[in-house]
């Protein structure tokens, strides 16, 4: 919508978007890492049949994500100051910052939403989520289309769009909670932090958290990078980043099912099944990851066009989705094998890990490589240099730690 019915052609509006991406992102993926550690703390106790203590740690997480609300109250202090950090291009900077300060406001809803979210999945229901998204996704475009398109309000109708379908989606779930199995279903009146829950949700979620947040600040310096290039560049980035979120949200929600299922497993002590789920998660992940690969690759342009009808736009664009999308062939390997170690309760070391192949590699090479080649391309090569090396960590994380068989040792020496 920005791209096409901006009044400058949609160039700066998707760079006001797209500049602000990584710290929004920065943000949710925080407590998006605290909603794994609910989906895997509910999830062992309903695999252990405890539904007393699932029900708590559902009602728990709940609360959890209000705390949405004071990192939006903190957040839209410092807008100011971290965008100028950031070396937004002048020409951007106001409706970069007026995208950013909208799109704050939704914090607690989307926050909201995941929680709820992961707590459907801890118990096997995804449609429900789903559906919620569904709902929320077709109003996003009625609303794009009359805050963009009808009213032009450019990049902070798009923010406001996103916003008011994040409270949709977050009230749907909730309304279904209140009537959803016993295990998971939430009663307004016992709304209230459990300390065993929040004790395990954050040991188990918190390193996932921190883990995606730098991650983020990774990004937010390879951001910087491709913001020093002009606003040009940046709305190029921009378009394939949106195509990038689609087809990563798809191959990492083999991961998320990944980790559930093996906490679910673990909890009830069928080991054989939680490495079958790793198995089985890997193969159908690598086949949808392949032939998405082939797909955005050959009409990588076409798709892209729907963005903008600027050739040079484009053409900077499909820069990005040829060196980016084939090493998502090596995320889905190391997002796969993390969630199988956090199905286990095993966090901090795939989350330190992530942390070292991801973030460092980025660090170092927007320091160090940059600076010397200071072209878009050299920026894009930073991703799958980073996806290859944390790929190889995790894979002998996986082998040293051989969670499985840790699992069960305890009961061959109770036996």
Not at 315 to 343: H, K, Q, T, W
Not at 380 to 396: K, N
Request: hydrophobic letters at 55%; charged letters at 10%; one cysteine or more.
């Amino acid at each position: 919508m920005v791209g096409r019915f901006s009044p400058d052609g949609g160039t700066l509006g998707m760079a006001a978007v797209g500049s602000t991406t990584p710290i929004a992102t920065l943000l949710i993926m925080l407590f998006v890492g605290l909603s794994l550690g609910a989906n895997v703390t509910i999830a062992h106790a309903v695999g252990a049949g405890n539904r007393d203590r699932a029900n708590r740690c559902a009602h728990t997480a709940v609360v959890l994500a209000l705390l949405g609300v004071v990192v939006t109250i903190l957040m839209e202090i410092a807008s100011r100051p971290v965008m100028q950090c950031l070396s937004v291009p002048p020409e951007i900077f106001n409706d970069a910052l007026v995208y950013l300060r909208v799109y704050l406001l939704g914090i607690p809803a989307i926050l909201l939403f995941n929680f709820e979210a992961a707590i459907f999945r801890s118990v096997g229901v995804t449609r429900m989520p789903l559906m919620a998204l569904a709902i929320s996704t077709a109003l996003n475009v009625v609303l794009d289309g009359i805050f963009v398109a009808f009213l032009g309000w450019g990049a902070a109708g798009v923010a406001l769009a996103t916003v008011l379908c994040y409270i949709v989606s977050s009230g749907f779930l909730f309304t279904r909670l209140l009537k959803a199995d016993e295990a998971i279903r939430i009663d307004p009146r016992r709304l209230r932090i459990d300390r065993e829950s929040v004790t395990k949700i954050v040991r188990i979620g918190l390193p996932a958290g921190i883990q995606g947040s730098v991650f983020s600040l990774a990004n937010i310096l390879i951001q910087t990078c491709i913001n020093s290039l002009g606003a040009q560049v940046v709305a190029a980035s921009s378009a394939a980043l949106a195509l990038e979120f689609v087809c990563y949200s798809l191959l990492n929600s083999f991961s998320q099912a990944c980790t559930t299922f093996v906490g679910q497993n673990s909890g009830a002590s069928n080991l054989g099944r939680c490495k079958k789920a790793l198995k089985v998660a890997l193969i159908e992940d690598a086949i949808i990851t392949i032939v998405m690969i082939v797909l955005v690759v050959w009409q990588g342009r076409t798709i892209l066009a729907l963005f903008s009808s600027d050739a040079e736009v484009l053409d900077i664009a499909y820069v990005r989705v040829c060196m980016l999308f084939p090493a998502y062939v090596f995320s889905m390997a190391y997002e796969n094998m993390s969630g199988y170690l956090r199905g286990f309760g095993i966090s901090a070391l795939p989350s330190a890990l992530t942390a070292i192949g991801v973030c460092g590699t980025r660090f170092f090479w927007a320091l160090a490589v940059f600076p010397v080649h200071p072209t878009f391309a050299t920026v894009m090569v930073a991703y799958p240099v980073s996806f290859c090396t944390t790929a190889l960590l995790i894979a002998g994380a996986l082998v040293y730690c051989k969670p499985a068989q840790q699992a069960m040792r305890p009961k061959t020496a109770t036996s």
